[in-house]
């Protein structure tokens, strides 16, 4: 297949997957790897039926690596614990256009916090729920499951609109990441590659492999398991 973007691409393996007995040493595990950023999904059970971990956890593993603090908020309202995630060291924030009322104010706090911005699309979003922010937004996530949970397997059916974002962004000329989340393997990971993606979210499929740094490799090389 020839990929539709010549981006690097990067890897970033969810920690959900994690053995939370070990989070120190599965950070550093995935770090030696080869990871790029570490994908830190949080969960309210509210929003998604599922609870995951808060802010302390995200400022507990802060200073143990150096790799991007990619935070991807499944909570409703959002805005209220922006401040917290931004404090306790994400580097990147992504929430969706459901969980508050007003998108573009939220950005418009992420930015001002001085973090990068994400919004995600769930399998039912569509795209035109992002068009007029797009001023706003360092990345675009679609989730090629239904969040909530880990381990799901991959929505072929979310592929078209992989490539219609990333006509979007292309059109834009902005300088947007787009991120693909859910069954993500190396059977998958080829599929989102040729529809645009440039970073790739993978829990089970990198903390769940007897060799994370082949893992990843495969991962963001496409090829097939």
């Given amino acids: 297949m020839t990929r539709s973007t010549s981006r690097p691409v990067l890897i970033a393996p969810s920690l ?6 070990r989070l120190a040493e599965e950070v550093a595990a995935i770090e030696s790897a080869g990871a790029d950023w570490l994908h830190l999904d949080i969960m ?6 599922n609870i995951s971990f808060g802010p302390a956890i ?3 593993l802060r200073p143990l690596t150096r790799m991007p603090f990619d935070v991807h908020l499944m909570i409703a309202p959002a805005d209220p614990y922006l401040a917290a995630f ?8 992504s929430l969706h256009p459901e969980a508050g ?20 699309l769930n399998p039912g979003t569509p795209v035109e729920s992002i068009a007029h922010v797009l001023d706003l937004v360092d990345l675009i996530l679609v989730m090629t499951v239904n969040p909530g949970f ?3 397997s991959f929505l072929e059916s979310q592929l078209p609109k992989m490539a219609t974002l990333r006509r979007m962004i292309d059109e ?5 990441r787009l991120q693909i989340d859910g069954g993500v393997t190396a059977r998958t990971a080829p599929l989102c590659l040729e529809a645009g993606a440039d970073v790739l979210v993978a829990g089970t499929a990198v ?7 082949a893992a990843i490799r495969a991962i963001r090389g496409g090829q097939g398991a």
């Fill in 101 to 120: 009322p007003h998108l573009h104010r939220s950005l418009q706090t992420i930015r001002g916090l001085g973090k990068k911005t994400g919004v995600v």
């Fill in 172 to 176: 834009s000329g902005r300088d947007i």
């Fill in 44 to 49: 309210d059970g509210h929003f998604v039926p």
């Fill in 58 to 60: 995200v400022k507990a």
């Fill in 16 to 21: 959900l997957a994690a053995d939370f007995t």
């Fill in 150 to 152: 880990g381990g799901q």
């Fill in 86 to 93: 931004a404090e306790a060291g994400a580097d990147l924030i």
């Fill in 207 to 213: 903390f769940g492999a007897p060799d994370r740094a």
